[in-house]
């Protein structure tokens, strides 16, 4: 029973059962990071979609009515706001962008 083949098997077995441990373990944390993941990009989307739909019902109320330039710059704050939603999806921003941005529409 203690010959050295039998430790030898048991050592190889407690290796492999570390390995596949391991194995498990890396797993689980790529499963949790994949859905986090997309729960993310989910949230981002349905976060920006909601607020693309909320601009046009912000400006309808929010803006001066009678006034000659109200379709115009309606449709320039819609726009502007519409591709700053975007930002939403990054996960930095730089202040370069921001007023690079900004500097296009005030043109």
Do not use: W
Not at 8 to 27: G, P, T, V, Y
Request: glycine share 2%; proline share 2%.
């Amino acid at each position: 029973m203690n010959s050295p083949e039998i430790y030898d098997n048991r050592a190889k077995l407690e290796a492999i059962h570390q390995d596949i441990k391991r194995l498990m373990e890396r797993s689980n944390q790529e499963y949790l990071d994949l859905m986090f993941a997309n729960f993310k990009k989910d949230f981002i989307n349905a976060l920006t979609s909601y607020v693309k739909d909320d601009i046009e019902s912000g400006l309808e109320k929010s803006m001066v009515d009678p006034c000659q330039m109200r379709k115009t710059c309606k449709s320039r704050f819609k726009e502007f706001l519409g591709n700053n939603a975007e930002l939403i999806k990054c996960d930095n921003v730089s202040k370069e962008s921001i007023d690079k941005k900004r500097m296009n529409y005030l043109k």
